[in-house]
């Protein structure tokens, strides 16, 4: 079951459960600034404010290449989804029609507990993607629009993992998380990516890439 794989894979990167912000409770993760240093909106003549679409474009280049870097192609993808704000039926619509993926391999229903502890009901859509015909430009931009005009059922929600292990968690336009087993396995994507590290964390994951941490 995809399900099952992707909780084993968890346990691989030391994790007991998806907990966010996935950075913070992961041994070895890097953290990456997305978006870039353009205005993230721009103001038309009416007054109402569009993204910016060489922001979104510079975004998706920057979540797209990490992508391509990755230790080995994606093999499972999980999205998440809240029925009590809307059907399950109606998320999963609303996902096929945006992303245009076919109906998913596994269908998992839990209960997970919220920021302030309190019980929510979850759906958890899974694709094989060593199945399907998948390319994951319009998936990300998806993310990248989520919080500046698109919808917000994207963001934080979508999961992609693989052999490694590694997961990589592109939660918004602004930032992207990948974790992976080992050190060694992630550190072509410091070394390569260094300067896209977010800055806040930077000295954070220097030392765990240093051996210091």
Do not use: C
């Amino acid at each position: 079951m995809l399900a099952d794989r992707f909780e084993i894979i968890l346990y691989q990167l030391g994790m007991e459960r998806l907990e966010h912000p996935l950075f913070y409770h992961a041994s070895v993760a890097i953290r990456f600034k997305i978006g870039g240093d353009e205005p993230v909106y721009l103001d038309e003549s009416t007054g109402k404010l569009t993204p910016n679409p060489t922001y979104v474009q510079s975004a998706l280049e920057r979540a797209v290449t990490i992508y391509r870097s990755l230790p080995a192609p994606p093999d499972t993808l999980r999205i998440d989804g809240y029925p009590d704000e809307e059907s399950a039926e109606s998320l999963l619509t609303t996902i096929q029609q945006r992303i245009g993926l076919p109906v998913p391999h596994e269908r998992i229903m839990a209960v997970v507990m919220d920021e302030d502890g309190d019980a929510r009901s979850q759906v958890q859509f899974y694709w094989d993607l060593s199945k399907i015909s998948f390319q994951p430009e319009q998936l990300l931009r998806e993310i990248i629009l989520g919080d500046i005009g698109g919808w917000n059922g994207f963001v934080s929600s979508v999961y992609l993992t693989g052999p490694g292990p590694f997961l990589y968690h592109l939660y918004d336009d602004r930032g992207l998380d990948v974790l992976g087993g080992t050190r060694e396995l992630l550190f072509p994507l410091y070394h390569r990516f260094h300067s896209w590290i977010l800055d806040y964390d930077r000295e954070r994951i220097n030392r765990v890439f240093s051996g210091t941490a």
